[in-house]
């Protein structure tokens, strides 16, 4: 067990670009999820796979925002036309379902994003 | 809708001092409760958790526990070291294994002075 891990771990691009960030969890989890955690705030949800089903999307992701789990695996988060306000850590986490009555969720060391 | 509030840091201490750092929620029904610790230059790790009224979770020498009466997971340590500094997160989650998100305070950071 390698834990969560995400790709790149920063990443740099101008307004307008497109970007894409992949997170690899824990093998064994089915849970997938995607936080945007900006400077002094706790993370914020922006989406959830169970398994390859993409479950719940919150508001903050805008159309510009899509994200895909094929094969119920890896995940990558993709950004579209970039904006500066996109500049944030985005943060991958993985949790398996289970008989468990809390949702112990592990997280990636997370994608540092830039926009100039 | 459900939510965090953290007392605002930097908490700045030295080494060898008492802990207490202040956590109060809002929540439907009763949701489970985390500390996360974000360690610069890492990824959040579970500190410690509680699942129910007055469960104590404990780890590292650090202590909370879930006050229902209260709404609250207060953070303690009775001694904190200089690697203790980090910034805290308290977190909730609902209370069904279908309540999928972590609902996140805005984080106090720690500061451990030798």
């Known amino acids: 067990d390698t834990g969560v891990s995400q790709d790149p771990r920063h990443k740099i691009t101008k307004r307008g670009q497109n970007v894409t960030f992949r997170c690899d969890p824990i093998s064994e989890h089915n849970r997938l999820y995607w936080y945007r955690q900006t400077l002094g705030q706790g993370p914020e949800f922006l989406t959830y796979f169970q398994n390859e089903a993409q479950l719940e999307k919150s508001r903050l992701l805008s159309d510009r925002f899509s994200a895909e789990r094929p094969k119920g695996s890896f995940s990558t988060l993709e950004i579209q036309r970039t904006e500066q306000g996109d500049s944030a850590m985005y943060l991958c986490?993985?949790?398996?379902?289970?008989?468990?009555?809390?949702?112990?969720?592990?997280f990636g060391p997370g994608t540092r994003l830039t926009v100039l | 809708g459900d939510s965090v509030t953290q007392m605002e840091g930097p908490v700045t201490l030295s080494e060898e001092a008492f802990l207490t750092i202040n956590c109060t929620y809002t929540?439907?029904?009763?949701?489970?409760l985390f500390w996360y610790v974000q360690y610069p230059g890492e990824g959040l790790q579970l500190l410690l958790k509680?699942?129910?009224a007055d469960d104590k979770g404990s780890n590292k020498g650090f202590e909370a526990t879930y006050r229902k009466e209260t709404t609250s997971f207060h953070l303690e340590k009775g001694s904190v070291q200089v690697s203790d500094s980090a910034v805290y997160f308290c977190a909730l989650s609902g209370p069904s294994d279908s309540n999928y998100q972590l609902i996140w305070g805005a984080g106090t950071k720690l500061i451990i002075k030798p």
């Open positions: 986490a993985s949790s398996r379902q289970g008989t468990d009555i809390y949702n112990e969720q592990f």
């Open positions: 509680a699942t129910k």
């Open positions: 929540a439907t029904g009763y949701p489970s």
